[in-house]
């Protein structure tokens, strides 16, 4: 069955660390998302991709890198680990054609200390 | 910029009861919109998807229903249980294929 994972499940890490975070999806979707979630915020994006070789940023980028080098892997950077930085992550992909239904993996908890 | 709105934030109900959760959203040229449901310490689980041109979606004891140019959805769900209790999460897509605005969602308790 198609799916979409995310590796570490959990992640503690120390302030000014470079920290990346995987996410795989086997439904060759074009299109892949990193949400954070946060008491008080629910879900905000952080980037975006539509396609390989195309990143885009979303309303809370500042401190995040992405890179899309083929259609399954969108690996989420934290250049420089710091503690406002502390959530839950998800990503997400859509592509079936016509609903675009998005799909979550499991989500990635980092703890900055 | 879109901004999307549940109430209530919070609701406990007895097993059995039939329910309703509100979505509202502020801009409604939306494409379609998603009801997820997501237990805790977990991702989210997609229910249900409805398409602008759409007025309702059913899934089993779920019925979603869409009203755009008001800006509303609500959820139904049919004879409660135990197992519905979760956090229920309501999302807008403005265009195909793009990215998501979430409402913060309502935490539904079923007491047995």
């Known amino acids: 069955d198609a799916e979409i994972t995310q590796s570490p499940r959990h992640k503690i890490t120390e302030t000014g660390r470079q920290v990346t975070l995987a996410c795989h999806q086997t439904?060759?979707?074009?299109?892949m998302f990193w949400y954070r979630q946060d008491l008080g915020h629910g879900l905000r994006l952080i980037h975006y991709s539509y396609g390989v070789q195309d990143t885009n940023k979303g309303e809370v980028s500042d401190g995040y890198s992405v890179s899309r080098s083929n259609t399954e892997d969108l690996p989420l950077t934290l250049e420089s680990a710091a503690s406002s930085q502390t959530s839950v992550y998800f990503c997400?992909?859509?592509?079936?054609?016509?609903?675009?239904?998005?799909?979550f993996g499991p989500g990635t908890r980092l703890t900055v200390t | 910029k879109q901004e999307v709105t549940q109430i209530p934030a919070a609701l406990s109900v007895p097993e059995g009861e039939n329910l309703v959760l509100n979505c509202s959203f502020t801009d409604s040229a939306i494409y379609n919109l998603q009801w997820f449901r997501q237990d805790p310490g977990k991702g989210l689980t997609s229910l249900l998807l409805i398409q602008s041109s759409q007025r309702e979606q059913t899934s089993g004891r779920l019925n979603a229903s869409l009203d755009k140019s008001s800006g509303r959805s609500t959820l139904y769900i049919a004879a409660s249980q135990p197992g519905d209790s979760a956090t229920y999460l309501c999302a807008v897509g403005k265009t195909s294929g793009s990215r998501l605005t979430f409402g913060e969602g309502t935490q539904l308790t079923v007491n047995p």
């Open positions: 997400a992909s859509s592509g079936g054609r016509p609903q675009n239904e998005q799909y």
């Open positions: 439904w060759n979707h074009n299109n």
